[in-house]
């Protein structure tokens, strides 16, 4: 009976280690988003080249694509347009981009000087669709299937470990 | 103590300009502003995690609240715009849990902890009080103790 009344405390102490230990793996920064299995939302914005010209959600039906939430002036973004360069010359995803409350010309810019890895910009001056995407920290991104559902999102810039490990593989299930 | 007046001094003409940051915007509508703060005060912005929605200064927290100011003169209800951001942002986004299978222990985790620890904490007293025994005192200790309070 004593020795097992005085383990308690030292269980309870175990048991609060465990739970910070997985606290420490975790990062409170990344909230998991509703939208995932869920209709991606629906947009119509003018394109970032061809101003006169619009892109729209819908008509990506039928395609696995991946949204990519972009702006000139978010540093994490610069940090990943290498490698989304990398990862179009893959040719396994197109890249569809969404330029989040960005200048125009500097956007072009950058498109110009450091290449550009998206078939197509759409253009969010206000940043209400990208409101609409649950967007809070720009990179982010979306792994759309061929019915216009979002199969994954990952916030930040998409590493090569991510891109092998996670997009590819589930890109290529989806294609299926 | 001079240099206690400077510190007052230079903290009470930075209180200025902290008091400015946030405040509503003056044109606006006061019955919907009154209710902008009431209701973004309950809300969390998503850059900076620890701040409501009615402080923080993020850019994004500046577009939502235009959307959510937007919504409200468009008439929609609180409930409404709680809606609209939970769906995009999860349940994250309020301060206030909601009451669902996944938050019961949050909830209620408090009034079933209370009373198990009353019993606990019941049953170890009447344990210690059995070990409490009362002795009279012999009548060398009685002699002791009055020498003692005499001084």
């Known amino acids: 009976m004593r020795p097992l009344v005085l383990a308690i405390p030292l269980a309870l102490f175990i048991a609060l280690v465990a739970f910070l230990l997985i606290g420490l793996q975790r990062d409170p920064h990344e909230v998991p988003s509703p939208l995932i299995n869920r209709p991606a939302p629906a947009f119509q914005l003018p394109q970032l080249q061809e101003q006169a010209k619009t892109f729209t959600a819908q008509e990506m039906r039928?395609?696995?694509?991946?949204?990519?939430?972009w702006a000139t002036w978010c540093v994490a973004c610069r940090d990943e347009h290498p490698l989304l360069i990398e990862y179009a010359k893959s040719g396994a995803v197109p890249i569809y981009g969404l330029n989040y409350k960005d200048d125009r010309a500097a956007a072009l810019q950058l498109l110009k000087e450091e290449g550009n890895p998206y078939v197509l910009n759409a253009f969010d001056a206000d940043g209400r669709v990208a409101i609409d995407y649950g967007v809070y920290g720009a990179p982010e991104s979306y792994?759309?299937?061929?019915?216009?559902?979002?199969?994954?999102?990952?916030?930040?810039?998409?590493?090569?470990?991510?891109?092998?490990?996670?997009?590819?593989?589930?890109?290529?299930?989806l294609n299926k | 103590?001079?240099?206690?007046?400077?510190?007052?001094?230079?903290?009470?003409?930075?209180?200025?300009?902290?008091?400015?940051?946030?405040?509503?915007?003056p044109n606006e509508d006061p019955q919907i502003e009154a209710r902008m703060k009431a209701l973004t005060e309950q809300l969390?912005?998503?850059?900076?995690?620890?701040?409501?929605?009615?402080d923080s200064q993020a850019p994004l927290a500046e577009d939502l609240r235009t959307q959510i100011r937007e919504q409200?003169?468009?008439?929609?209800?609180d409930q409404e715009i709680i809606a609209f951001l939970t769906q995009r942002y999860g349940n994250f986004v309020?301060?206030?849990?909601?009451?669902?299978?996944?938050?019961?222990?949050?909830?209620?985790?408090?009034?079933?902890?209370?009373?198990?620890?009353?019993?606990?904490?019941?049953?170890?007293?009447?344990r210690r009080k059995k070990l409490i025994q009362?002795?009279?005192?012999?009548?060398?200790?009685?002699?002791?103790?009055?020498?003692?309070?005499?001084?």
Do not use: H
């Not at chain 1, 299937?145 to 996670?166: A, E, H, L, S, Y």
């Not at chain 2, 240099?3 to 903290?11: K, P």
């Open chain 1, 62 to 69: 039928g395609k696995v694509w991946l949204l990519n939430v």
């Open chain 1, 143 to 173: 792994l759309i299937d061929r019915d216009g559902i979002i199969r994954f999102k990952w916030i930040g810039p998409i590493t090569p470990d991510v891109w092998q490990g996670k997009i590819l593989p589930l890109a290529s299930r």
């Open chain 2, 1 to 25: 103590m001079k240099r206690i007046a400077w510190l007052l001094a230079i903290l009470f003409s930075l209180a200025p300009a902290t008091a400015i940051a946030g405040v509503a915007q």
């Open chain 2, 44 to 54: 969390r912005c998503l850059v900076c995690q620890n701040e409501t929605l009615a």
């Open chain 2, 72 to 77: 409200m003169k468009a008439g929609r209800s």
């Open chain 2, 94 to 126: 309020r301060y206030r849990p909601p009451l669902i299978p996944k938050t019961y222990l949050l909830w209620f985790g408090p009034f079933v902890l209370l009373p198990v620890c009353i019993v606990v904490l019941y049953r170890y007293l009447g």
């Open chain 2, 134 to 151: 009362d002795k009279p005192l012999t009548a060398g200790e009685r002699k002791q103790a009055e020498d003692l309070l005499r001084g």
